[in-house]
């Protein structure tokens, strides 16, 4: 819509101040970047390896999201970005303070004339950062964003607090765009998939939703968690990487608007066995994509 700017911050001339360097880190991450089998230059699919192993990853098919990025607060890490899909790309990480130059907005992150630029196929970069504060954040491709993020090169950013939570009651859910722009008109992926598979819950345990919008073309996106035609409660906890005060954490009706960019982060305990659904609607209330989730004993 044009609500955009951009702010660049000049040193004086006779300021010779450098910014400290980054820290060695702690922890050392590849994200592998490559197309995916099936993928056509009309209807990309690129995949996403997050890898600290040192193996090379095996070649996806068709559709997919990067899977989650997990890091730690306070740790400092380096995260080798590997460009195998065959054209240039960068990859900028939404919501968590970076260093400017490692922001990912290609030809304008940085101080001139060190700004970072566009990593050329068969190219490599090294992202660092020291995560500030733990939250559910994004990374996405920057450059022809419109392609690259509906051929799959997007994927949740979380970043926790060491050693606190259980991995099994923390879910992410990333709603993007399919790669096929007709398919884009009337449906949105979940975690990667027109139909994605069950969600399993276990009745009376408290589940972190981390709720995702990182869609091409959807901010007007309405997220529901219902039993039959019903809407059940959730208790919203953090919204766009930062805890929301007690006061705003009450339970309500399990509706949450979510545009592009942004993430909510949600506790769901549900009490009842059986199905639930979890809908992504435009605003007008038309269906775009549904998870099942089934919750057992």
């Known amino acids: 819509g044009g609500l955009v700017t951009a702010v660049e911050v000049q040193m004086q001339e006779d300021d010779t101040t450098k910014p400290p360097p980054p820290p060695e880190p702690a922890r050392r991450v590849r994200m592998i970047l490559q197309p995916n089998a099936g993928t056509t230059a009309a209807t990309p699919f690129f995949g996403v390896t997050i890898d600290t192993a040192g193996l090379n990853p095996e070649i996806e098919r068709g ?16 995260i080798n ?83 606190k939570g259980d991995p099994a009651r923390d879910i992410p859910r990333v709603f993007s ?41 959807r901010p007007g996106l309405r997220v529901e ?18 805890d929301l005060p007690a006061g705003s954490r009450g339970a309500r009706p399990a509706r949450q608007p979510l ?3 942004e993430t909510m982060d949600v506790e769901v305990l549900l009490v009842r066995p059986g199905d639930y659904r979890l809908e992504a609607h435009t605003a007008n209330g038309t269906l775009l994509g549904t998870l099942p989730i089934r919750v057992g004993g």
């Open 177 to 217: 765009s399919p790669s096929d722009s007709v398919a884009e008109e009337s449906s949105v992926l979940i975690n990667g998939a027109g139909a994605p598979l069950v969600l399993e819950l276990r009745r009376g345990l408290t589940h972190r939703l981390r709720l995702v919008n990182i869609t091409t073309a």
């Open 225 to 242: 968690l219902k039993q039959d035609t019903a809407a059940v409660t959730w208790r919203p906890v953090a919204k766009d990487g930062v």
């Open 81 to 163: 970005v590997i460009n195998h899909t065959g054209e240039p790309t960068s990859i900028h990480w939404h919501g968590i303070e970076v260093e400017n130059v490692f922001d990912g907005v290609a030809g304008f992150s940085g101080i001139r004339p060190a700004v970072m630029q566009a990593i050329a196929h068969g190219d490599s970069a090294e992202i660092r950062m020291t995560p500030p504060r733990a939250g559910t954040f994004i990374y996405h491709s920057h450059y022809d964003e419109a392609r690259q993020m509906r051929a799959g090169l997007v994927g949740a950013q979380i970043v926790t607090q060491p050693r």
């Open 259 to 261: 545009s592009i960019g």
């Open 63 to 78: 559709q997919r999201i990067g899977p989650p990025l997990i890091l730690n607060r306070g740790e400092p890490v380096g």
